[in-house]
């Protein structure tokens, strides 16, 4: 909503209260000021300008069907669950004009499944933004087989409109990015859980080795370990026989002692 906002786009921010919407919007209005410090750090008063014309361009409502009725795009970015965003899109699909592209915010379930539970498959694709988003400039642009060219190219020009560098990906579970990392961190737990190596060691070889700002296992718990739970447990019932999707004992244990990682204070590592 931000980026959308900042970039001159009238945008709609809806979520289930007003208490949500009270918190989100001052959430933007501090985002807004950071990002403002370093774009305008020689003029602040164009730094305020932009934040006020940045709010201007958002609105917020708990009722989606209401205001869906005069969008030309719809992004969906509400829990993890498949029936719920199907719910929720079916009833949008109802009210939204006929040219209103959908598109989800989803990092590991199927576009497909989602534009299937509407009428309008060729006007549905994913763009799935990065954490946090003000600050990362990939956008994933998932087109599905049902996906237009024009919808398709519409996606893209609009991330880059809000300034951010799209790349695209078939709708393959888990797209580009956490189709290569979730893998990646959950072999980190099984050379851990083999006892090939401490988890310290092998935070600190991936830093100096490969260059990455964290470890596998600093990533894990900054992610959530019910998230990174919830990816793997997915993928491995679409294809049981992938190695790569192969559960791990370990994280189970530790999502079941609600030791989620950063949130919770602790998961891997034990957080103040």
């Known amino acids: 909503s931000q980026v959308a906002a900042a970039s001159g786009h009238t945008v709609v921010l809806v979520d289930q209260s007003d208490e949500i919407l009270k918190k989100s919007t001052k959430g933007i209005e501090e985002s807004l000021k950071r990002v403002t410090k370093k774009k305008f750090a020689d003029k602040p008063e164009a730094g305020v300008e932009f934040i006020k014309k940045t709010l201007k361009n958002l609105t917020t409502s708990t009722d989606a069907a209401s205001v869906v009725h005069s969008t030309d795009l719809v992004i969906e970015a509400i829990v993890e669950n498949l029936e719920v965003k199907n719910q929720l899109f079916k009833t949008l699909d109802k009210f939204a004009p ?44 998932i087109k599905t087989p049902m996906t237009s060219q024009k919808t398709f190219e519409s996606l893209m020009d609009f991330s880059k409109a809000v300034g951010k560098s799209p790349v695209s990906c078939k ?49 894990l718990d900054y992610v959530g370990l019910d998230t990174c739970k919830y990816i793997i447990d997915g993928w491995h019932s679409l294809e049981s026989n992938n190695p790569l999707f192969a559960p791990s004992p370990l994280l189970n244990k530790l999502v079941e002692e609600k030791k989620l990682g950063k949130k919770t204070g602790e998961g891997f590592y034990k957080y103040k």
């Open 98 to 141: 006929e040219h209103t592209i959908f598109a989800s915010n989803t990092s590991s379930l199927q576009i497909t499944k989602m534009a299937n539970a509407t009428t309008r498959q060729d006007r549905f694709g994913g763009l799935h933004f990065f954490n946090p988003v003000p600050m990362m400039k990939l956008v994933e642009v």
């Open 171 to 219: 709708d393959t579970p888990g797209f580009i990015v956490n189709r290569l990392l979730v893998p990646y961190m959950m072999e980190a737990v099984r050379l851990f859980e083999r006892g090939d190596a401490s988890k310290e060691d092998i935070d600190v070889a991936m830093k100096l080795g490969a260059g990455y700002p964290m470890g596998p296992f600093e990533l």
